[in-house]
């Protein structure tokens, strides 16, 4: 059954599954841990290391604006292969130093005023909820949240419906909350936004990587990442996409800088025209470089295969662990991705996480402060995320469930 499977995968794209080793042999990090962490962070590609080594040692030998200055062209390199990656154009992607930080700059320029309207979704990441909230202290903005199907993400026509009834200043949608397997319908969202003309955002912080993105499909106006998680770039990195039509309407970040904007007289300043708008004069180039050589890996890798095979080894994964006793499995929803919960009997949260790093499997926990809706109504305070990539393996997914069987056997 399994091997039927590879099979099937291996023959439908390049590369096929033969070169499996060949990419756990770029890997770093796969020979000594089982990292069903990607969530939190991917392991790193030889190549993304190689990238960011050489930008160090360049910056070391050369001086930190002059190695810049030489390598302008690979910088080049990571807008016009994340613009690839999600259907946009080079000059409407925008770097950031974490993909909150782009959220929170991409909020910034709405000029929000008392009642407008946010619509979201119950299952809407933690910061960007903060951010709302905090919207609303400052300029009185109301939070409207969509309700879910019974069973499990946003209802999109109960969403549409308040669309039309409230025209909401924004309409925001996490593409796959951080704190479960649901995969929300970012793109059937979108088709709403766009008959009702509403600015649309997306936060695709742990779907971009793990699945294609097509930003022309999802029909948003802006839309967030991060290169660290399924994309296995490194920490600290973010990025923005800005629409055209964003860009023409004139939307800009509340504090633009001198990179973002040219202080064209004494009492005035200009707005570059593109999505540089939203970024800031100083860049970390190597952490940039490695984005760069992170989406070229992916692409190389193919994401219509990765999108198969990730939700494929979570699937597996899902179903071990359903069928262990005092194990139960939280994710809700129509399409699951790579992200797997569970909740764990006769354990506390610290302490579980602990006996699963001692057997060297990299895991993370999400509490109710992270997912006030989707914790309270599973009735849940804590829970265990194994999120596997690609590159992990079967063999990895039978451990990890043998290793939880036998933490929960001995309680
Ligand atoms: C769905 C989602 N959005 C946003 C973020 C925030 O990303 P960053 O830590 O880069 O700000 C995360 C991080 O876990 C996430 O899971």
């Known amino acids: 059954m399994l091997l039927s499977f590879m099979k099937a995968q291996s023959s439908a794209t390049a590369p096929n599954w033969e070169s499996l080793p060949a990419l756990r042999a770029d890997t770093p990090g796969a020979g000594n841990v089982i990292h069903f962490n ?100 400052r300029f009185g903005v109301e939070i409207m949240h969509a309700p879910d199907l019974p069973t499990g993400g946003v209802d999109v026509e109960a969403m549409a419906r308040l669309m039309k009834e409230h025209r909401p200043r924004l309409v925001a949608a996490t593409h796959i909350p951080t704190n479960s397997g649901l995969v929300q319908p970012v793109a059937e969202i979108g088709r709403h936004c766009r008959e009702l003309d509403l600015l649309y955002l997306v936060d695709a912080c742990q779907s971009v990587g793990q699945y294609p993105i097509d930003v022309e499909e999802i029909g948003c106006d802006l839309l967030t990442g991060t290169c660290r998680k399924f994309l296995r770039g490194p920490r600290g990195s973010g990025f923005l996409f800005v629409s055209d039509r964003v860009l023409r309407a004139g ?23 593109t999505a540089s708008r939203f970024e800031e004069w100083e860049f970390p180039y190597a952490t940039v470089l490695g984005c760069a050589a992170a989406v070229r890996y992916a692409r190389g890798v193919g994401l219509e295969l990765i999108s198969r095979r990730t939700p494929y080894l979570a699937g597996l994964l899902r179903d071990g662990l359903d069928e ?43 509490y109710r402060r992270l997912a006030q809706f989707d914790f309270g109504d599973k009735d849940v305070d804590w829970c265990l995320r194994l999120s596997p990539h690609y590159y992990n393996t079967e063999d990895e997914v039978a451990r990890v469930v043998a290793a939880v069987a036998d933490l929960r056997a001995g309680r």
Request: with cysteine; proline share 4%.
């Open 251 to 273: 939307y800009e970040p509340l504090f633009i800088d001198m990179h973002g904007a040219d202080w064209s007289a004494a009492g005035e300043y200009r707005p570059s025209e």
């Open 324 to 366: 262990l006793s005092g194990v139960r499995a939280l994710d809700q929803g129509e399409q699951l991705g790579a992200l797997v919960t569970i909740e764990v009997e006769g354990w506390e949260a610290v302490e579980f996480k602990a006996a699963m790093d001692a057997r060297g499997i990299n895991s993370a926990l999400s």
């Open 38 to 137: 990607n969530a939190g962070c991917g392991l790193l590609p030889r190549p993304v290391l190689q990238a960011m080594h050489d930008h160090l040692d360049l910056e070391a030998q050369i001086g930190g604006y002059e190695a810049s200055a030489a390598r302008s062209v690979q910088v080049r390199e990571f807008y016009t292969g994340l613009a690839a990656l999600i259907g946009a154009g080079p000059d409407n992607i925008a770097f950031s130093g974490s993909a909150t930080h782009a959220y929170a700059t991409a909020l910034s320029a709405i000029p929000f005023g008392p009642g407008d309207i946010i619509l979201t979704t119950r299952n809407d990441f933690v910061s960007n909820q903060i951010a709302f909230l905090s919207l609303r202290r």
